[in-house]
């Protein structure tokens, strides 16, 4: 419930103090110039990162693997692509965070653990 209030709350307030602060600093149109560049660089990255999954997660289950690893770069790369099309600098610098492979490891670890905790909670069934 906490982190539904941060990220419903506190996440746009901050945004947008710090939008208004880059557009008095830096000026309005180099301000909308910047999320508009983050907007489609992030949609460009999204694309690459998010077509190179697929194929391994095909990959590896054309091997008869569970592409657990690839399935957690998925949603790591939908969950930062979705970041970078919101306008504001908090949720660019996580998205950019989540696309780039090297600071993607601490999102999917973030991720994996939750979904460990909800599964021994009960929240979560395995059917084999």
């Given at each position: 419930m906490r982190?539904?209030?941060?990220?419903?709350?506190?996440?746009?307030?901050?945004?947008?103090?710090?939008l208004l602060l880059s557009g008095k600093t830096i000026g309005f149109w180099p301000?909308?110039?910047?999320?508009?560049?983050?907007?489609?660089?992030?949609?460009?990255l999204a694309k690459r990162e998010g077509l190179q999954t697929i194929r391994r997660v095909q990959e590896q289950?054309?091997?008869g693997q569970i592409p657990g690893q690839a399935l957690l770069d998925?949603?790591?790369?939908?969950?930062g692509g979705t970041l970078l099309l919101a306008p504001g600098f908090i949720t660019d610098i996580t998205g950019f965070?989540?696309?780039?492979?090297?600071?993607?490891?601490?999102?999917?670890?973030?991720?994996?653990?939750?979904?460990?905790?909800?599964i021994q909670k009960g929240n979560i069934k395995i059917i084999n």
């Open positions: 982190l539904f209030f941060i990220l419903i709350v506190v996440v746009p307030a901050a945004e947008i103090g710090i301000t909308l110039s910047l999320i508009i560049l983050t907007g489609v660089l992030g949609t460009y289950m054309a091997m998925g949603i790591c790369i939908l969950v965070l989540m696309l780039f492979p090297p600071t993607r490891k601490f999102f999917k670890l973030l991720i994996a653990n939750f979904i460990r905790k909800r």
